[in-house]
């Protein structure tokens, strides 16, 4: 697959809401999907701003938005870091920010670094290639408990202790190097596929992914400096594609939104909370069946969107 394709596109840039000479960041780049039709709707005076901790996804998604009419800045850096990019560059606040979390079609199908259950590759995992452990350093020095923690945190595994307990006693055997060392341990440990309906390694996969990269920490740090970044009627749009990554996006939009949070019978507010953001939809957009027979990795996707105030 040369590029990722670009899931609920319509709807993030309907939620945007761009101003052609605004300054817009994807914090997650990837193939430059989005970016390429955000890029669209910004004139000579508009910027992107484009991050990813990938190599190569930097490198595809440079090519194809180069020649666009507004300025592009492609920068590889955690959104985690958005604050220190933006400092860096001397921008205090943008207009706008998208964060498409997940994986893309590329790194699945096409990075040989082991994020697919279905193709034998070395289990490694990193999405920034320069991150100090892969999934198989993990997976091979992790105590028993550590694993099965991993396990039942980021993937809500229900055989987490089973799994882990076969992992340890597999690597004393031979060290896990591969994708598919690690499928047959599963394997061995779930029932036949068709009772599951999901592939017995996809809770697993994902666990050590979101582990490997520490996506939930780094979701945290975005979503604690988001608000000091984006100015007064700015917008903050948000994919995510698991039920961990749904929950804390929500709640921390929920959040944003309460006034004073003191106790109903404080005589006056101690608190000085401010109203950050108001959600542009109360329920998150899910793509419609169309969209997902299309391209079927939108499936468990969820829109959220909340504007600055
Ligand atoms: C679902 S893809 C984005 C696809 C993109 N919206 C497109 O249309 O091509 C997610 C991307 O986020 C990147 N990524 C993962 N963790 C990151 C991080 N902490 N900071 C920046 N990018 C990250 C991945 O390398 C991947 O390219």
């Known amino acids: 697959m040369e590029f990722h394709e670009p899931v ?17 960041v994807d914090a997650t780049l990837g193939t430059g999907g989005h970016s390429s039709r955000i890029l669209k709707r910004l004139g000579a005076s508009g910027l992107l701003i484009g991050l990813d901790v990938d190599p190569l996804a930097l490198e595809r998604a440079g090519q194809r938005l180069s020649g666009a009419e507004a300025r592009v800045e492609v920068v590889r850096s955690s959104y985690a870091d958005l604050d220190l990019v933006l400092e860096r560059l001397g921008i205090k606040r943008v207009q706008g920010v998208l964060l498409d979390l997940g994986i893309s079609s590329y790194q699945l199908e096409a990075s040989g670094r082991g994020f697919s259950f279905s193709r034998d590759e070395p289990l490694d995992m990193r999405m920034d290639p320069d991150r100090a452990a892969t999934a198989a350093q993990l997976v091979n020095t992790l105590s028993e408990r550590e694993l099965a923690d991993i396990l039942k945190k980021f993937g809500e595994e229900p055989r987490a202790k089973s799994i882990a307990r076969a992992i340890v006693k597999e690597r004393k055997r031979e060290p896990i ?11 061995s440990h779930s029932p036949p596929r068709g009772a599951l309906g999901k592939h017995p390694a996809t809770r697993a996969f994902q666990a050590l992914r979101i582990a490997t990269n520490r996506e939930l920490e780094n979701l945290n740090s975005f979503l604690e400096k988001i608000p000091g970044l984006i100015e007064k009627g700015g917008r903050l749009v948000i994919l995510s594609y698991h039920s961990l990554e749904h929950r804390m996006v929500k709640r921390a939009m929920v959040e944003w939104e309460k006034e004073c949070t003191c106790p109903k019978d404080f005589p006056h507010c101690v608190c000085d909370k401010e ?12 793509p419609a069946d169309r969209e997902i027979k299309r391209n079927p990795r939108a499936r468990s996707a969820q829109l959220r969107a909340a504007e600055r105030v």
């Not at 609920?8 to 817009?24: F, M, Q």
């Not at 109203?275 to 899910?286: C, D, E, S």
């Open 8 to 24: 609920l596109v319509e709807e993030v840039l309907e939620a945007l809401s761009i101003d052609p000479h605004g300054i817009y």
């Open 275 to 286: 109203v950050l953001f108001k959600r542009v939809n109360k329920r998150a957009i899910m």
């Open 177 to 187: 190097r591969t994708t598919f060392q690690l499928v047959k341990i599963i394997e």
